[in-house]
Nanobody, 119 residues
């Protein structure tokens, strides 16, 4: 059974930095896409950043220039370096991975890690 386990959340002041990490276990196949989503109270879950196996990245406009995603295909890990954090970045951040085989896509989610940006 595939599990995604996040770490690195916490409380940080505006302008500060945090690094989130996610490690996958239980997979015998490679993931197509790995990345991060977030969900704030009362809002829908939204994409933060994703990276394909080949290294193509996709960032939400709100985090471009501040967040950087990285991935280690051999270790099935993905990380998110978050700099210049703002209060509006406060959310639960979820690790995401999918595996695509033709028309079939299987999606996996981590349990979430809280990031709070506040003075």
């Amino acid at each position: 059974q595939v599990q995604l386990v996040e770490s690195g959340g916490g409380l940080v002041q505006p302008g500060g930095s945090l690094r989130l990490s996610c490690a996958a276990s239980g997979s015998i196949f490679s993931f197509t896409t790995m990345g991060w989503y977030r969900q704030a109270p009362g809002k829908e879950r939204e994409l933060v950043a994703t990276m394909s196996r080949s290294g193509l990245t996709n960032y939400a406009d709100s985090v471009k220039g501040r967040f950087t995603i990285s991935r280690d295909n051999a270790k099935d890990t993905v990380a998110l370096q978050m700099d210049s954090l703002k209060p509006e970045d406060t959310s639960v951040y979820y690790c995401y991975a999918d595996r695509r085989n033709g028309p079939t896509k299987t999606v996996y989610w981590g349990q979430g890690t809280q990031v709070t940006v506040s003075s």
